[in-house]
């Protein structure tokens, strides 16, 4: 069965930075594709970013040159590195493990984002 459990959501202010954490268990995370998504208020779930299992990178418009997302897979773990931080960052940021680009995947809970001043 799979778990994703993310961690390191909080309050921050505009400007400053966070590193969400997702960890894996339940599935071989070397070959999966692992990504972030996040949903804001009242708005449909969207991309953040993804990273293969090669290591080649994907990111939303909205968040290159300020995100970044790695991955350990020793410790199947993925983290998302966000500097920056504006106002419309702010949503619930989700964890998302899928071996096909096409498919579904799996989810974790999820951990919130604030930013606010």
């Known amino acids: 069965q799979v778990q994703l459990v993310e961690s390191g959501g909080g309050l921050v202010q505009p400007g400053g930075s966070l590193r969400l954490s997702c960890e894996a268990s339940?599935?071989?995370?070397?070959?999966?594709?692992m990504g972030w998504y996040r949903q804001a208020p009242g708005k449909q779930r969207e991309l953040v970013a993804t990273?293969?299992?090669?290591?080649?990178?994907n990111y939303a418009d909205s968040v290159k040159e300020r995100f970044t997302i790695s991955r350990d897979n020793a410790k199947k773990t993925v983290h998302l590195e966000m500097n920056n931080l504006k106002y419309e960052d702010t949503a619930d940021y989700y964890c998302?493990?899928?071996?096909?680009?096409?498919?579904?995947?799996?989810w974790g809970q999820g951990t919130q984002v604030t930013v606010s001043s």
């Open positions: 990273i293969t299992s090669g290591g080649t990178t």
């Open positions: 339940g599935i071989i995370f070397s070959i999966y594709i």
């Open positions: 998302n493990a899928r071996l096909y680009s096409h498919t579904t995947g799996s």
